[in-house]
């Protein structure tokens, strides 16, 4: 649990009017002097991000955000980072003075229930401000009072958590018949990171394990000889990426197969809206606006997968003139309105409610959106055979085809 990577842990935002004592808070709770804390606004600037192991809950990341109310030079920056810290929240811990509800506070309320997030109060400066109320009465300066605090906010965390984070979808493991034999064709290239696997991987190993599930992990160059090699075939065949033309032209037809990012296009997200999106590539003209959204702030190889290959294969297939912009991380733009299509890397950096609230930002301008598994397999005429094991998608699939 204590490497447990970040996007797979409950994101908890601290939000508050300045000066509410969220920082002051966040180092109670994690038992360190994680944020800086003052009596002076705008204390907090960009979100400060601390992971901690909250058992029995198990692995989650705090994200303490600038004050609401900020009135310093930069409080307009400050809001526009707290702000989008509501796309990527499981859970909003919202900090009040005593049991203090005023504008900034209710602001707070309003959109979180605006997003169908699980809100807890904690009337902090409880002794000062009156406290009684729908919260949890808190001194943060008071280190002594820490177990307490943490045995109620860990109570109410139980009780509001989000359903998905306490069963956690699996990855691949429910697609196929339990004790089944799986083959993970894994290419080892200049991309891939030295003595380890990438994050979807690993994750996928770990699910096929957890399921009682046999995994062969194999390079491109034994992957015939290993299916030459079982008694009986495959229930799945998993690929990276890159190599899926290469897994499709060298799989049986009886044999299901798909790849790592189109399983994390349904882990993530909403796959069906992502093959949804894949159909726009057809329509792109001269001209177009492409964004390729990243997770992770890599530094970019020679031949990167966002960077190079998937810009290259889109203009070799659509054979049109396009603008590809890229951004990299948490941001997002405010000008999506101006895409013909977004294209979404495989999201293993983010999390599930991240990537659904992107997906829900283009659907409202009208954009269509992908991932990189749906749209590389569609830019090499294999996206139908790798969406036998999802029938919903397939059948959307085949519907935006016949339009």
Not at 221 to 232: P, V
């Amino acid at each position: 649990m204590e490497t447990a990577p970040k996007s797979l842990r409950l994101h908890i935002a601290l939000m508050g009017r300045v000066n509410s004592g969220k920082s002051s808070f966040l180092n109670l709770v994690s038992g360190q002097d994680v944020s800086i804390t003052s009596c002076q606004e705008g204390t907090t600037t960009d979100v400060v991000e601390k992971a901690q192991e909250l058992l029995p809950l198990g692995p989650v990341v705090w994200l303490d955000t600038a004050g609401f109310g900020d009135n310093t030079e930069l409080g307009g920056k400050r809001q526009e980072k707290t702000q989008a810290v509501f796309d990527r929240s499981d859970i909003v811990v919202l900090v009040c003075e005593g049991n203090n509800i005023g504008t900034y506070e209710q602001q707070i309320i309003d959109e979180a229930e605006k997003r169908k997030l699980p809100l807890i109060k904690i009337f902090n400066k409880a002794d000062i401000f009156p406290a009684e109320g729908d919260g949890i009465a808190v001194v943060s300066t008071d280190k002594s009072s820490r177990d307490a605090v943490l045995n109620k906010l860990k109570a109410e965390l139980i009780r509001v958590c989000p359903e998905e984070f306490i069963n956690t979808p699996a990855v691949f493991g429910d697609l196929i018949a339990p004790h089944s034999t799986v083959v993970m064709l894994i290419p080892i290239d200049f991309e891939a990171p030295k003595g380890r696997l990438i994050m979807p991987q690993v994750q996928a190993i770990r699910d096929g394990l957890d399921y009682n599930h046999t995994v062969v992990v194999v390079k491109e160059n034994d992957y015939c000889r290993a299916l030459d090699n079982l008694k009986t075939p495959p229930a799945l065949v998993i690929c990276d990426s890159q190599v899926v033309d290469f897994m499709v032209e060298n799989t049986p037809e009886n044999i299901p197969c798909t790849t790592f990012s189109i399983l994390f296009a349904r882990l993530k997200g909403d796959i069906v809206k992502m093959v949804e999106g894949a159909a726009a590539i057809d329509g792109l003209r001269d001209g177009d606006k492409v964004l390729i959204a990243e997770s992770c702030t890599h530094h970019a190889v020679e031949d990167d997968i966002g960077r190079v290959k998937i810009p290259r294969w889109l203009k070799n297939k659509t054979g049109k003139e396009l603008v590809i912009d890229h951004i990299a991380g948490h941001d997002f733009p405010q000008n999506l309105a101006e895409y013909k299509l977004v294209v979404q890397c495989g999201g293993c950096m983010h999390n599930r409610r991240e990537i659904l609230s992107r997906i829900n930002k283009c659907e409202s301008v009208n954009v269509p959106i992908t991932n990189y598994g749906v749209c590389i397999s569609e830019l090499k005429g294999v996206l139908e055979r790798v969406l036998e094991a999802f029938p919903k998608a397939l059948e959307k699939y085949r519907e935006t085809k016949k339009k």
